[in-house]
């Protein structure tokens, strides 16, 4: 289940746009405010360039689709569709700027001593200069704690959003990819990638 940030000037334009996603495309949940309380994985603005703008500084690791005809620069993380479009054609655009995101430039995650490569599967220590492969499933876990800084994250909600509704996953199954994972990064120095807290982790920003 992917979380969309629909933000427009027009709330009948918005309004419609959330019932044919909510029709056609279930695998979204839209919100139409900003909440720190929600990881979000794509925002659809319908406004001016100032929005986006202030978004690119919220939004940490998602995309932007920017509906706009004006000519704007914004980077890699900002998609511009023109409108009218077709349903088919922006959900198309929808997923496609999740899934290539994390190969562009904005995709390369820096945090702590660390470099996150997303598409390259690998994370590097800028003090030891170290690259460690990394697992899909642990590049999942990275990527989403970074979304969710500075929120803790507790252990049942990375089964629920990197693990999705796997019966065979456990509370035990994240305790053991975590430790793993700082095992492999860390490998006993003290640049520490992750953080336990008393109700979850977080990233070590």
Do not use: C
């Not at 406004?47 to 940490?60: F, I, Y």
């Not at 796997?166 to 994972?181: C, F, G, K, S």
């Amino acid at each position: 289940m992917s979380n969309i940030l629909l933000i427009s000037n027009s709330p009948d334009f918005a309004a419609d746009l959330k019932e044919q996603l909510e029709l056609y495309a279930s695998d979204f949940r839209v919100f139409e405010q900003w909440t720190d309380d929600i990881i979000f994985d794509i925002a659809v603005v319908d406004d001016s360039p100032k929005t986006v703008a202030d978004l690119q500084q919220k939004l940490r690791q998602a995309p932007i689709i920017f509906l706009s005809n004006d000519e704007n620069d914004f980077g890699d993380s900002v998609t511009i569709i023109t409108k009218p479009f077709r349903l088919e054609d922006f959900l198309d655009s929808v997923l496609s700027s999740i899934n290539l995101f994390v190969h562009s430039r904005d995709g390369q995650l820096s945090f702590g001593s660390y470099i996150l490569d997303s598409a390259q599967k690998e994370i590097q220590n800028t003090h030891s200069h170290n690259i460690i492969k990394l697992t899909e499933r642990e590049v999942a876990i990275l990527n989403y704690l970074y979304k969710a800084y500075p929120k803790i994250v507790s252990k049942s909600e990375l089964l629920s959003e990197v693990w999705g509704y796997n019966p065979d996953a456990t509370t035990h199954t994240v305790e053991t990819h975590i430790y793993r994972l700082r095992q492999k990064v860390e490998n006993g120095s003290s640049d520490l990638v992750i953080l336990t807290e008393e109700t979850g982790y977080r990233l070590n920003l």
